[in-house]
């Protein structure tokens, strides 16, 4: 099938250039523009606890708001603050009411109970339109004018105005994020242009693959994932532009190695440039199309998650990976089909010597002779990595670990920690109602806030709570010892529900909501994510490998392989970032992205190199010959293709925060895990242990069987398959 679209391409390819270009540009000039989400409960689904909280709340206190922004007041030289300075920051606060600022509904004035015990601090809350919270831009513009309307009032006065709050992070976050996705875009495009072009000597060989990804496969994706949002009404997340770009040039350059390299061998063997390109299409074309389904279908899993958070970036990543590998199986050979090969390769002069390879000739020869020793030790590298991941602990500071400390919302945050509780600036509520809509007794009230308060890791309930119109929903509000996001608060939320549940009086449900039991209930989805998305992923992954094996036998050991690279992964990043850097954990989502693009990618080197395994041993080789052939002429494909998706995700490291830095090591890591102990060594040996029997019941690498196609050389030198 692959060779047919190898000569399809080839005989029009003037044609399908012209069909990416008009394609490329209708898309990305018609799709529609998508805002993110930034509302960590709007990633919940409604039957978790916190949502039903809110829902309470909506209901029954209509006009009670959790604030947006928070409007934090100090003196310029840090001294407590003045009966002059807070006559200023009053008129700070009259002055940005008077203004009317578009979504802002409410400013609260200072009052000695918003001022730090020290009385360094006085805090304003702001209520935003609930609307504006589900468009992280328009959202973070309302903050923007408030922060410079804020700033400007206060000039001339001792005071000092700075803005914190969801909404003020989400100003922080968009700029930073922007900042970051460029140096990481531009350190990218820099490093795959630099190192394809030193790995072919060749000027043109480091800008096609930027070409073809940059200049068609990512506005076309962008597009295409923009008509999906919209069409299925699909969450988007911000964490996508960033990972985007480097999910599409990473693997679409992948892809285009993988063609490239085995388009120059067949020029080295004697085709000419199309009969090349076609070959070229008909060998790597099944790899290539089979990584990118194990890669789809480990992203789009993710649409079976109980978080929108991975709903709306499965979905989008897994688009992309398709439209990639569509240009890589058309776009790319085209481009190679029109342009001269001399022009490809150019300024190189001995691109068609055929090179001794000493390196991976060696590598080959050690896998050939003592595969059980390469198997072993391999493997044992892998354990030992995965050990460090016992020690995992997940944290829940999204705000903090997706920007700088600098920023001034994340100031703001240490702050509050510093000048009031630390659970002060979002507490946690109780919502007590009565069974069908029944007026509370006041008279329990008391009790139940005690009660509630004694649970450890509350710092206190108010005993007096706020009681709804119709005296149906009364709401407790209960201040936790530590910062909301920390681990202990989110652990306290446990005890909290179970003590709110059972001292609810006789004839009333109670629902415990805010910040911390948002957090908990993220934390639960995530382990009913664990127990559903990683065995479905690895099953589907588990069946295109089986059905592009035609094997039982290869799949599970493949599989066995790179679910030790995700853990090899997990415990490297867990004993760097908690053991040396001493952090007190990481994000909370990094093993789930790590299972998804260590597995997925991680199985495209080993299809690449197994099915190259499996082509040398239809030339007649013995098992072990043939793992010596494929590290031979498959290995520099797999070396240079994880190396530069290494480096593409080391970028991550560059942008200036906490996750992207967790992130962008665990990548790396990975990836070069998966090309050059697992792709290299594992695989191959154990493939060259097994022998025939890898491909039960199957018998694709047996002699004879998977002919060349038409207009192949055959039979071709040996050692040049």
Do not use: C
């Amino acid at each position: 099938m692959f060779h047919r679209i190898g000569q399809f391409v080839v005989k029009r390819a003037w044609w399908v250039i012209a069909a990416w270009v008009v394609g490329m540009i209708a898309v990305a000039a018609t799709a529609p523009t998508i805002s993110a989400q930034t509302d960590e409960a709007s990633f919940l689904p409604k039957h978790y606890e916190s949502i039903q909280a809110a829902t309470v709340q909506e209901k029954a206190f209509p006009t009670s708001f959790t604030p947006s922004a928070m409007a934090l007041f100090e003196r310029n030289d840090g001294a407590p603050l003045t009966a002059k300075d807070k006559d200023d920051i009053a008129k700070v606060v009259q002055g940005l009411t008077a203004k009317k600022i578009e979504s802002v509904e409410k400013i609260v004035p200072v009052s000695e109970q918003t001022t730090s015990k020290d009385g360094k601090y006085a805090l304003s809350m702001i209520a935003i339109d609930k609307a504006k919270q589900q468009d992280s831009k328009a959202f973070g513009d309302v903050a923007k004018k408030l922060r410079e309307d804020g700033k400007s009032l206060a000039q001339g006065s001792d005071v000092k105005f700075q803005l914190g709050g969801s909404a003020a992070q989400a100003l922080d976050q968009t700029e930073s994020s922007g900042n970051a996705d460029a140096v990481i875009a531009m350190s990218t495009v820099l490093l795959v242009a630099i190192i394809v072009g030193i790995i072919f000597r060749s000027v043109l060989a480091g800008i096609l693959p930027l070409l073809i990804t940059l200049m068609f496969a990512y506005p076309t994706s962008n597009g295409v994932i923009a008509y999906a949002t919209k069409a299925f009404d699909l969450d988007s997340t911000p964490i996508l532009s960033a990972i985007l770009i480097v999910v599409v040039l990473g693997v679409g350059t992948d892809y285009f190695l993988f063609l490239l390299f085995r388009y120059r061998e067949r020029l080295r063997a004697g085709d000419d440039r199309k009969t090349a390109v076609v070959n070229a299409v008909g060998r790597v074309g099944e790899a290539i199309a089979s990584a990118a389904g194990a890669v789809t279908i480990a992203f789009a899993a993710l649409i079976l998650s109980s978080l929108g958070m991975f709903k709306a970036l499965g979905p989008a990543l897994a688009i992309a990976v398709v439209v990639t590998a569509f240009a890589a199986l058309t776009l790319a050979p085209a481009l190679l089909a029109v342009l001269p090969a001399r022009a490809v390769f150019w300024p190189g002069k001995k691109w068609l010597d055929e090179p001794s390879d000493a390196r991976f000739t060696a590598l080959g020869k050690v896998v050939e002779k003592r595969p059980a020793f390469v198997a072993i030790a391999s493997g044992a590298v892998l354990v030992a990595l995965s050990a460090g991941a016992l020690n995992y602990n997940g944290i829940f500071d999204l705000a903090g670990s997706s920007m700088p400390k600098t920023a001034e919302s994340m100031v703001v945050q240490d702050k509050l920690a510093n000048g009031f509780s630390a659970g002060a600036a979002q507490p946690t509520h109780v919502y007590l109602s009565g069974t069908a809509g029944a007026k509370l007794d006041p008279a329990a009230f008391e009790s139940y806030a005690g009660r509630l308060g004694a649970v450890p890791g509350i710092a206190q309930a108010v005993p007096q709570p706020q009681l709804s119109t119709d005296g149906s929903t009364a709401d407790f509000t209960v201040i936790m010892k530590d910062a909301p996001d920390s681990n202990a608060a989110i652990d306290a939320v446990t005890e909290l529900r179970d003590v709110a549940h059972a001292s609810a009086p006789a004839g009333t449900e109670a629902k415990v909501g805010g910040l911390s039991a948002i957090y908990k209930d993220i934390n639960l989805a995530m382990t009913h994510d664990y127990e559903l998305v990683f065995p479905v992923a690895g099953l589907l992954i588990l069946l295109i490998l089986g059905l592009q094996l035609r094997s039982v036998v290869a799949p599970w050991y493949l599989m066995a392989s790179v679910g030790l690279g995700f853990t090899a992964t997990l415990g490297a990043a867990t004993v760097l970032f908690q053991n040396i850097k001493g952090e007190p954990g990481m994000m909370f989502m990094l093993p789930i992205l790590i299972y998804l693009f260590v597995v997925a990618i991680g199985t495209d080197y080993n299809i690449l190199i197994i099915a190259r395994l499996r082509e040398e041993a239809r030339e007649g080789r013995s098992p072990r010959e043939a793992a010596r052939e494929a590290l031979r002429h498959g290995g520099p494909t797999v070396a240079a293709a994880g190396f530069i998706l290494a480096a593409s995700f080391a970028t991550f490291m560059l942008a200036g925060n906490v996750f992207m830095l967790e992130f962008g090591f665990a990548m790396a890591f990975g990836i070069a895990v998966a090309a050059f102990v697992m792709a290299m060594f594992f695989t191959p040996a154990i493939t060259a242990l097994l022998g025939n029997r890898a491909w039960w019941p199957g018998h694709g690498a047996m002699p004879g069987h998977g002919a060349a196609p038409v207009g192949e050389r055959t039979p071709e030198p040996v050692g040049r398959g």
